[in-house]
């Protein structure tokens, strides 16, 4: 049975409640408990079809379990197809996936050969069924991602999963979602690789412009609709919450928040503190001063990884696969949803204020200490390197960045 719908702001931390926005019912799903139970609903659930996207798929327990919910699926009917990115789900060999195929579903792998397109990933991840309700968010397919232990693990010492966060979505909504599903499938199936069509498929889809936006970035000589949409909220905007895992964008965009103070407005940022990437972290902190300078108010996230990507300009909020950084802005495809509602907006500041209670404060003097000359060095190789390369390459790279 759901969660009675509410209109109280204040976000509760298990269960997640359901939120009204237009005809469309929301909910924010972040223990990792809870957005693996979502997931799973989400495809036990489905009755006539389901698509999935996923950057990351391991071949680990999660992997194999969700794998056989799949397979279960295809069995009773229902129509799977479902595609993962090349680079991100390396750990799993392609044979993997062929009790899927073997069952009756689809799969395919987001540019697998040497092409013009290999170094642009797809990083998006989500879940479509019957085409009325959807999962989106920044988790993959993972132990990590669930809390889930290793085979000589014992449960008891499994380290924290990642901080992440998913959005539950029912309505008319997931329609339009569904629609851009089968136009990426339709470019894997018959342009895979094919850097052109790829920049004209995400260069013309139509996000729509009310209370929701379903935003494409990705590769292109001009703006994505993406990273168009946040440039012109920070512009118009006087109050900016940003949590996100990888924090590197480039000047423009940087001066935009800064430009936050000089109207009044103010912005509070939450970042990593804990990765397996300290590149990213490396990255983020050359950026530090420029930001403190315009009194922005800058925190790191302490009790486990981070990757939550989720971004809110006064009423607008930003959920779904893109960090802040320039690969996720400009270079690789990535899925945002934009939804103007001020409740939402609130209930949504409501989690980022649990975060910000278990978050490190930077202050001015924090960061002079850090800023030693040898430390300015790794941190503006790792802001080249982590807008450079795929993230599954980086996070081999840490330069000596600590704590």
Not at 1 to 8: A, F, I, N
Not at 52 to 80: K, N, P, Q
Not at 107 to 127: A, D, G, V, W
């Amino acid at each position: 049975m759901e969660s009675p719908t509410v209109k109280d702001p204040k976000l509760q931390h298990d269960p997640p409640q359901w939120f009204d926005v237009g005809e469309n019912r929301l909910r924010l799903v972040r223990a990792a408990s809870v957005r693996l139970s979502a997931l799973i609903d989400v495809l036990e659930a489905a009755e006539k079809n389901l698509r999935l996207f996923f950057y990351m798929f391991e071949d680990d327990h999660t992997g194999r379990r969700i794998l056989d919910i799949l397979i279960a699926a295809c069995e009773r009917g229902v129509a799977v197809e479902m595609m993962v990115d090349s680079f991100g789900s390396n750990g799993a060999p392609r044979s993997f996936f062929d009790p899927l195929i073997a069952a009756g579903g689809k799969f395919k792998i987001f540019s697998p050969r040497f092409s013009t397109s290999y170094f642009i990933r797809n990083h998006q991840k989500m879940i479509i069924a019957d085409d009325c309700c959807a999962l989106i968010g920044g988790f993959n397919i993972a132990d990590d991602y669930f809390n889930v232990p290793r085979p000589d693990e014992d449960s008891s010492a499994v380290k924290d999963s990642w901080e992440d966060l998913g959005l539950q979505i029912k309505g008319p909504e997931v329609v339009n979602l569904a629609s851009y599903y089968r136009l990426l499938s339709n470019w894997v199936y018959r342009d895979n690789g094919n850097m052109r069509s790829l920049r004209k498929m995400v260069r013309h889809w139509e996000a729509g412009n009310g209370q929701f936006r379903w935003l494409l970035g990705g590769p292109s000589n001009r703006l994505s609709r993406w990273a168009w949409a946040i440039k012109k909220d920070l512009e118009q905007g006087c109050r900016l919450d940003l949590v996100t895992a990888y924090f590197s964008p480039g000047q423009g965009l940087l001066r935009r928040i800064g430009g936050l103070s000089k109207r009044g407005g103010q912005s509070r940022i939450i970042l990593p503190g804990k990765t397996d990437n300290p590149a990213t972290i490396g990255a983020s902190r050359l950026l530090y001063g420029y930001l403190l300078k315009r009194h922005a108010r800058l925190f790191e996230y302490q009790p486990r990884r981070l990757h939550t990507k989720l971004v809110i300009v006064d009423d607008a909020v930003y959920v779904g696969s893109a960090n802040f950084d320039l690969r996720s802005l400009f270079i690789n495809v990535e899925m945002m949803l934009r939804i103007e509602d001020a409740e939402f907006a609130n209930h949504a500041r409501a989690l980022v204020d649990i975060l910000h209670e278990q978050a490190e404060a930077i202050t001015p003097e924090l960061h002079k200490s850090r800023r030693t000359l040898l430390n300015r060095i790794r941190w503006t190789i790792s802001y080249f390197v982590v807008n450079t390369l795929d993230y599954s390459v980086t996070r081999r790279l840490n330069f000596g960045v600590k704590k």
